[in-house]
């Protein structure tokens, strides 16, 4: 991967609040770019397509899979997610700090293929917490819920494979501990 920006794999479980610390990071730093998957999974309400995901079906998402257009792909309750290689590409030769929110068995794929990368795991506080912030999304159904705490103790166990971790106890410390990891990086 090309290091004039520099990628961050940044991972938790669903519901942990990983999406409201990057609206955070974003909002704090210009120099943060989010990168944008492809996914087959169906858009949520308020979800924009070419903003949140790039939503495609299986066939468009298999085609890029077989042309070798993703760093990582993986299958995630069901659906597909993977991120594009020329998008993150073409944003770290233009100076950006990409950040890769992807799940963990494509976290796994990112850094076998880059063992050097900045790599951090969100946590939460606890599961009750992450039971409780699941269902206050009110987005899923009873069943994706019940997927969705199964998947995440088992993301858990990976967490020690990321170098560091972050507990969003809060959300403007949470950002704030993201962020000078990544200054603490780009020092190097
Ligand atoms: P959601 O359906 O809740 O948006 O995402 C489900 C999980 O897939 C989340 O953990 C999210 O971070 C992850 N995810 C999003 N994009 C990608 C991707 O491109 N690759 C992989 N491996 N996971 C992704």
Redesign the pocket.
């Known amino acids: 991967m090309n290091k004039k920006g520099i990628p961050v794999l940044y991972?938790g479980c669903?519901g942990v609040g990983?999406g409201t610390i990057m609206k955070e990071l974003l909002r704090r730093d210009p120099s943060i770019r989010l990168s944008v998957?492809?996914?087959t999974?169906a858009p949520r309400k308020g979800e924009i397509d070419g903003v949140h995901y790039n939503f495609v079906t299986r066939e468009e998402f298999l085609a890029l899979a077989d042309s070798d257009g993703y760093i990582?792909?993986?299958v995630?309750?069901g659906?597909y997610?993977?991120?594009p290689k020329q998008q993150v590409e073409d944003m770290l030769e233009q100076g950006c700090n990409v950040f890769l929110?992807?799940?963990v068995?494509?976290g796994l794929q990112v850094m076998e293929k880059y063992p050097e990368i900045l790599s951090i795991f969100i946590m939460p506080p606890s599961l009750e917490e992450l039971e409780r912030r699941l269902r206050g999304r009110g987005t899923e159904d009873e069943e994706t819920i019940r997927k969705r705490m199964a998947q995440a103790v088992e993301e858990m166990k990976f967490k020690d494979r990321y170098r560091f971790c972050v507990i969003n106890d809060d959300v403007d410390r949470a950002a704030d501990e993201v962020l000078s990891l990544l200054n603490r990086e780009q020092n190097n």
Do not use: P
């Open positions: 991972s669903s990983k998957s492809n996914t999974r990582e792909h993986a995630y309750c659906n997610y993977g991120t929110e992807i799940e068995q494509g």
